[in-house]
C-alpha cells in the first residue's frame, strides 16, 4: 500500500510541476513577444490570464508542506507565495494602470519558476535532474530574485495614487461591523514588511544554495 501511495504521490507532483511549468512558459513567451512588437505598455493584458492561473496555482504548494508531500518548509513557502499572490490580484489586477515594471516583474518570475517547475519536475519523473539545472535552480535567483522583488515593490509604490484616489477595498465607517480598513495604508504596510522581510529570504535562499551545491559535489 505505501508503495502504491509512493507512486501515486510522484505521478501526481509530476503533472503538478509540468503544468505550471507549462503555464509559466506562457507568460515568458507571450511577455517577451508583445515587449518586442508592442512595448511594454502591452505586457500586462498579454500576460494577464496566465500569470494569474500560474501564480494561483501556486497556493498548492503550501497545502503540499502542510500535509507533508513535499519537504519546503510552509515557514519560507507562505511568505514568497503570498506576496506574489498580492501583487498578481492586489496590484496588477486591482490597479491595471500599474504596468511600468510588469516586464521586469513578469520575466523576472517566469524564468526563476519554468527552471524550479522543471527541475521538480524532472525528479518527480525520474528521480533526479541534470548537474546543469541544479546549478540553474539554485543560482539565477541571485540576479533574478532582487529584479523580482525590486519590480514588486515599484509596482506597490507606483500603485498607491491609484489606491488612494479610488478608495477600493476601503470600509468606511460608520458601519454595522464598527470597523474601518483602508487599503492605501495596507500597501504602505506591504511595503514595510519587504525591507526586513526580502534580505531574510535572499540569506535563506543562499543557505540552500551552499547546502544544495555541497551536496551534488559529493554525489
Same mark, same amino acid.
Given at each position: 500500500?505505501?508503495?502504491?501511495?509512493?507512486?501515486?504521490?510522484? +505521478?501526481?507532483?509530476?503533472?503538478?510541476?509540468?503544468?505550471?511549468?507549462?503555464?509559466?512558459?506562457?507568460?515568458?513567451?507571450?511577455?517577451?513577444?508583445?515587449?518586442?512588437?508592442? =512595448?511594454? %505598455?502591452?505586457?500586462?493584458?498579454?500576460? %494577464?490570464?496566465?500569470?494569474?492561473?500560474?501564480?494561483?496555482?501556486?497556493?498548492?504548494?503550501?497545502?503540499?508542506?502542510?500535509?507533508?508531500?513535499?519537504?519546503?518548509?510552509?515557514?519560507?513557502?507562505?511568505?514568497? +507565495?503570498?506576496?506574489?499572490?498580492?501583487?498578481?490580484?492586489?496590484?496588477?489586477?486591482?490597479?491595471?494602470?500599474?504596468? $511600468?515594471?510588469?516586464?521586469?516583474? $513578469?520575466?523576472? /518570475?517566469?524564468?526563476?519558476?519554468?527552471?524550479?517547475?522543471?527541475? &521538480?519536475?524532472?525528479?518527480?519523473?525520474?528521480?533526479?535532474?541534470?548537474? /546543469?539545472?541544479?546549478?540553474?535552480?539554485?543560482?539565477?535567483?541571485?540576479?533574478?530574485?532582487?529584479? =523580482?522583488?525590486?519590480?514588486?515593490?515599484?509596482?506597490?509604490?507606483?500603485?498607491?495614487?491609484?489606491?488612494?484616489?479610488? %478608495?477600493?477595498?476601503?470600509?468606511?465607517?460608520?458601519?454595522?461591523?464598527? &470597523?474601518?480598513?483602508?487599503?492605501?495604508?495596507?500597501? +504602505?504596510?506591504?511595503?514595510?514588511?519587504?525591507?526586513?522581510?526580502?534580505?531574510?529570504?535572499?540569506?535563506?535562499?543562499?543557505?540552500?544554495?551552499?547546502?544544495?551545491?555541497?551536496?551534488?559535489?559529493?554525489?
Amino acid at each position: 500500500m505505501a508503495g502504491f501511495l509512493s507512486v501515486l504521490k510522484r +505521478i501526481y507532483l509530476t503533472l503538478y510541476n509540468w503544468t505550471v511549468f507549462t503555464g509559466w512558459a506562457q507568460v515568458l513567451y507571450f511577455a517577451v513577444k508583445t515587449l518586442k512588437e508592442s =512595448g511594454h %505598455e502591452h505586457v500586462y493584458s498579454a500576460v %494577464e490570464r496566465p500569470l494569474q492561473l500560474a501564480q494561483t496555482a501556486a497556493v498548492m504548494e503550501i497545502l503540499h508542506g502542510l500535509i507533508g508531500l513535499v519537504r519546503s518548509p510552509v515557514s519560507a513557502t507562505l511568505p514568497q +507565495i503570498g506576496s506574489r499572490l498580492y501583487v498578481t490580484w492586489g496590484i496588477l489586477w486591482s490597479f491595471p494602470e500599474t504596468h $511600468v515594471l510588469v516586464s521586469s516583474l $513578469v520575466i523576472s /518570475w517566469s524564468i526563476t519558476e519554468i527552471i524550479r517547475y522543471s527541475f &521538480f519536475g524532472l525528479k518527480e519523473a525520474f528521480g533526479s535532474a541534470p548537474s /546543469w539545472l541544479l546549478w540553474l535552480r539554485y543560482s539565477t535567483f541571485l540576479l533574478l530574485y532582487p529584479s =523580482g522583488i525590486t519590480s514588486e515593490v515599484g509596482l506597490i509604490y507606483t500603485a498607491l495614487p491609484f489606491i488612494k484616489n479610488s %478608495e477600493k477595498y476601503c470600509i468606511r465607517m460608520p458601519n454595522k461591523w464598527n &470597523f474601518s480598513f483602508d487599503y492605501f495604508y495596507a500597501a +504602505i504596510i506591504a511595503l514595510g514588511i519587504y525591507v526586513p522581510g526580502s534580505p531574510h529570504m535572499y540569506q535563506y535562499m543562499l543557505g540552500q544554495r551552499k547546502k544544495a551545491l555541497s551536496k551534488s559535489k559529493k554525489e
